[in-house]
């Protein structure tokens, strides 16, 4: 039976109008001029509306070549709703405006045959925005690609289960058939989002922020899971998808196959100057395969 997950966030945080979609996203592509890589096997994108982050999106997905892959697993935190491990979706299909994304229930099935996942209702999956602002980008650049998504909503993970959903996904990302999708926005700074870290050494605000972001993204870069867990004790960022992002490097820690994380664009939805300012940042990274090093993990 299908269960189509709607486009719930179509019409506010982004226009539900195809033709106009398709224009935007074009639009940022191509500002983008990115070479697409079968070598790129994941990225870390932003997940605000596309007015504040659709640009700096594009500086991910555009580095994706669809010609090999066949599915895409969709890792997203989870904003509304609370769960220590990660959930399925119990959806068939993801509906965009410009063309839907089947799920890949043959993935869906080994995972919920280790018995680490729960599977989240419908209204959860609905409610939930950082794997649907994805899912136009993915729809996009995989057109006239057979294609289907293995959506997991990330939950309140501890290191412990991090570093368990890192290995039992290692195989995945080792699979050049298989492609990851990391939802993540950085830095949320001012005090509607109780959080006003400045270090006046930087000059203005949002140089803080931006330093402060981008060493965390420097940490990324390393692949470290422990040294991005110590970062974010210390600092307390809110970075959203910390815990995708987490699981990611700890993927790639346990795969066979020696990737590396780069980031290739950094914005802020505006720039902090007082106290009583807020601001969103964004960053798109691609995580690629570094071919100097062989496929050895020891090389």
Same mark, same amino acid.
């Given at each position: 039976?299908?269960?189509?997950?709607?486009?719930?966030?179509?019409?506010?945080?982004?226009?539900?109008?195809?033709?106009?979609?398709?224009?935007?996203?074009?639009?940022?592509?191509?500002?983008?001029?990115?070479?697409?890589?079968?070598?790129?096997?994941?990225?870390?994108?932003?997940?605000?509306?596309?007015?504040?982050?659709?640009?700096? $999106? $594009?500086?991910?997905?555009?580095?994706?070549?669809?010609?090999?892959?066949?599915?895409?697993?969709?890792?997203?935190?989870?904003?509304?709703?609370?769960?220590?491990?990660?959930?399925?979706?119990?959806?068939?299909?993801?509906?965009?405006?410009?063309?839907?994304?089947?799920?890949?229930?043959?993935?869906?099935?080994?995972?919920?045959?280790?018995?680490?996942?729960?599977?989240?209702?419908?209204?959860?999956?609905?409610?939930?925005?950082?794997?649907?602002?994805?899912?136009?980008?993915?729809?996009?650049?995989?057109?006239?690609?057979?294609?289907?998504?293995?959506?997991?909503?990330?939950?309140?993970?501890?290191?412990?289960?991090?570093?368990?959903?890192?290995?039992?996904?290692?195989?995945?990302?080792?699979?050049?058939?298989?492609?990851?999708?990391?939802?993540?926005?950085?830095?949320?700074?001012?005090?509607?989002?109780?959080?006003?870290?400045?270090?006046?050494?930087?000059?203005?605000?949002?140089?803080?922020?931006?330093?402060?972001?981008?060493?965390?993204?420097?940490?990324?870069?390393?692949?470290?899971?422990?040294?991005?867990?110590?970062?974010?004790?210390?600092?307390?960022?809110?970075?959203?998808?910390?815990?995708?992002?987490?699981?990611?490097?700890?993927?790639?820690?346990?795969?066979?196959?020696?990737?590396?994380?780069?980031?290739?664009?950094?914005?802020?939805?505006?720039?902090?100057?007082?106290?009583?300012?807020?601001?969103?940042?964004?960053?798109?990274? $691609?995580?690629?395969?570094?071919?100097?090093?062989?496929?050895?993990?020891?090389?």
């Amino acid at each position: 039976m299908e269960r189509a997950r709607r486009a719930s966030h179509a019409g506010s945080w982004y226009t539900n109008n195809a033709r106009k979609l398709e224009e935007e996203l074009d639009g940022w592509l191509t500002a983008a001029d990115l070479t697409k890589s079968p070598d790129v096997r994941a990225v870390i994108a932003p997940h605000a509306g596309y007015s504040y982050s659709g640009r700096c $999106a $594009a500086y991910a997905f555009g580095n994706i070549d669809p010609t090999n892959i066949s599915t895409v697993f969709l890792l997203g935190p989870s904003h509304h709703y609370y769960t220590p491990n990660c959930a399925l979706t119990r959806a068939t299909i993801y509906c965009t405006p410009i063309g839907d994304l089947p799920v890949d229930h043959e993935v869906i099935k080994e995972l919920n045959a280790t018995g680490k996942f729960e599977f989240m209702d419908l209204s959860v999956d609905e409610a939930e925005h950082s794997m649907e602002m994805h899912l136009p980008y993915l729809s996009k650049v995989f057109q006239g690609h057979n294609v289907k998504v293995v959506p997991i909503l990330v939950g309140a993970l501890n290191s412990q289960n991090e570093a368990m959903y890192g290995q039992l996904l290692a195989k995945y990302v080792d699979d050049p058939k298989n492609f990851f999708s990391i939802s993540s926005d950085f830095c949320h700074w001012g005090t509607r989002f109780s959080y006003t870290y400045y270090d006046k050494s930087h000059g203005a605000i949002h140089k803080s922020i931006e330093a402060l972001d981008r060493m965390g993204m420097e940490i990324i870069e390393t692949g470290n899971p422990g040294a991005f867990k110590q970062y974010l004790q210390e600092y307390e960022n809110t970075i959203c998808g910390r815990h995708p992002i987490s699981v990611l490097l700890h993927m790639l820690k346990n795969g066979s196959t020696k990737i590396k994380i780069g980031f290739v664009r950094y914005e802020q939805s505006s720039q902090c100057k007082s106290m009583r300012d807020s601001s969103v940042s964004y960053a798109s990274a $691609a995580a690629t395969v570094d071919t100097s090093a062989g496929e050895d993990k020891q090389g």
